[in-house]
């Protein structure tokens, strides 16, 4: 079945420098890739998603990657803000029908002003 | 529109006893999942149901845990009996259907199994 693995697990950095965060999926068939962002305390919030049919979607300061050829995508966060600090989560829908989310191990991102 | 709901957001109980965990997904969503979050082990998907028919159970740890949906505005989570072990976050996400990716996440229902 579908594996995401993702990296970092914990990312520290200085407001207003990037932030990377990379995942792997082992299915060749996966075919949509969100990113949540989840604060402590609360609930998973989708911030960012990409299909297998597009390589790069932006939104503001955050924009996602997709490499179908490696099976990887990753999350870029530009002029971080202290308010970007919490646990973002990658995850993949295999193929096979069914928006099933596998999502990966989380990575903890602190923002230091 | 109010979002997926879940009662209760907090739960404390004693080993041993049942516990039943509830999620309303927003209207008009034909695709539920239930979720447990723990540090141990992240995000996992127990059950999803895509018109009220569960479809993927393979997530659900024991026969202890058991999940319904008899309409298609109300689901639920029941563990009997419960064990420590069981203490997490259970969260309940829709979303519009097969076709449609994005899920929605409800606020959670934080179990502290004693």
């Known amino acids: 079945g579908e594996n995401v693995e993702q990296h970092p697990s914990t990312l520290s950095v200085q407001e207003g420098d990037s932030a990377v965060i990379k995942c792997t999926y082992s299915?060749?068939?996966?075919?949509?890739f969100p990113w949540y962002k989840q604060e402590l305390g609360k609930r998973p919030q989708l911030i960012i998603d990409i299909r297998s049919n597009v390589g790069e979607k932006k939104d503001q300061r955050i924009a996602v990657t997709l490499n179908k050829t490696a099976k990887h995508f990753s999350l870029h966060i530009t002029e971080t803000q202290p308010e970007d600090s919490a646990v973002y989560f990658c995850a993949a829908i295999p193929g096979g029908g069914y928006n099933k989310l596998i999502f990966g191990a989380g990575t903890r991102l602190a923002v230091h002003p | 529109d109010a979002g997926v709901i879940q009662s209760p957001r907090h739960e404390v109980t004693e080993m041993g006893q049942e516990v039943t965990l509830r999620c309303k997904p927003i209207?008009?969503?034909?695709?539920l999942f239930w979720y447990r979050q723990t540090m141990m082990r992240g995000l996992e998907l127990l059950i999803y149901f895509n018109n009220n028919v569960p479809i993927d159970d393979s997530g659900m740890p024991e026969d202890r845990f058991s999940a319904k949906m008899p309409n298609a505005s109300f689901s639920t989570l029941k563990i009997q009996p419960s064990e420590p072990r069981d203490s997490a976050v259970y969260f309940c996400?829709?979303?519009?259907?097969?076709?449609?990716?994005?899920?929605?996440f409800g606020p959670g229902t934080r179990l502290t199994v004693l």
């Open positions: 209207s008009g969503h034909n695709s």
């Open positions: 299915d060749s068939a996966s075919n949509y």
């Open positions: 996400a829709s979303s519009p259907g097969p076709e449609t990716d994005t899920q929605y």
